[in-house]
């Protein structure tokens, strides 16, 4: 990805990476285009009684966002949802203590570096922290996501890059040497 993002040498860019996975990413990013390395922490927000299920995500200064369809399909109330946003928060600010403070973006340029994306919700949030500080730029970059996250994230930003965008992830058996799905037999087991 650094290739992809030589144009930003001589600008002292701020290489910030979303802990655990983006950091390291972030930090070869950083040494390449000899900027400075730092963090931005934002953390999913989960449902009541299912640590497994995020219904959003928030950074460290409390501004989530929930996928309110999601939230009201689940019946979570008002008061559960704030709860899980203040226990996000918390978590957000025990990572903070870990990893450090995400250091002051303004006029600066900013690449926001994380190890991959999917629904694009932790990433959206912590572009969202950053763009709030005031930015000069603000770049994103991640290895892999699918198009459709990509896009949205790229109406945030003023450069995305994103070098692998697979429609969808399939399992390679499925598919024969020419990309087509085998045909089922649909006879009926004997």
């Given at each position: 990805?650094?290739?992809?993002?030589?144009?930003?040498?001589?600008?002292?860019?701020?290489?910030?990476?979303?802990?655990?996975?983006?950091?390291?990413?972030?930090?070869?990013?950083?040494?390449?285009?000899?900027?400075?390395?730092?963090?931005?922490?934002?953390?999913?927000?989960?449902?009541?009684?299912?640590?497994?299920?995020?219904?959003?995500?928030?950074?460290?200064?409390?501004?989530?966002?929930?996928?309110?369809?999601?939230?009201?399909?689940?019946?979570?109330?008002?008061?559960?949802?704030?709860?899980?946003?203040?226990?996000?928060?918390?978590?957000?600010?025990?990572?903070?203590q870990v990893f450090g403070r995400?250091?002051?973006?303004?006029?600066?340029?900013?690449?926001?570096?994380?190890?991959?994306?999917?629904?694009?919700?932790?990433?959206?949030?912590?572009?969202?922290?950053?763009?709030?500080?005031?930015?000069?730029?603000?770049?994103?970059?991640?290895?892999?996501?699918?198009?459709?996250?990509?896009?949205?994230?790229?109406?945030?930003?003023?450069?995305?890059?994103?070098?692998?965008?697979?429609?969808?992830?399939?399992?390679?058996?499925?598919?024969?040497?020419?990309?087509?799905?085998?045909?089922?037999?649909?006879?009926?087991?004997?």
């Amino acid at each position: 990805m650094a290739r992809q993002l030589i144009h930003l040498i001589g600008t002292n860019p701020l290489i910030l990476g979303i802990p655990r996975g983006g950091v390291v990413v972030a930090a070869e990013v950083a040494r390449a285009l000899d900027g400075e390395l730092g963090v931005v922490i934002a953390g999913k927000v989960r449902a009541p009684d299912n640590d497994e299920l995020a219904i959003g995500a928030v950074a460290s200064d409390g501004i989530a966002m929930l996928d309110e369809l999601f939230v009201r399909r689940l019946g979570i109330t008002e008061h559960e949802a704030h709860a899980a946003v203040s226990e996000a928060i918390t978590e957000i600010h025990r990572r903070e203590q870990v990893f450090g403070r995400t250091p002051s973006v303004e006029e600066r340029t900013v690449v926001v570096i994380d190890d991959g994306v999917a629904t694009g919700s932790t990433l959206r949030a912590a572009l969202g922290y950053v763009r709030r500080g005031g930015p000069a730029r603000l770049v994103c970059a991640v290895p892999v996501g699918p198009p459709t996250t990509i896009d949205l994230i790229s109406m945030e930003v003023d450069e995305i890059v994103c070098p692998v965008q697979p429609d969808r992830l399939r399992p390679a058996a499925r598919r024969d040497a020419a990309g087509r799905r085998p045909r089922r037999d649909r006879r009926s087991p004997s």
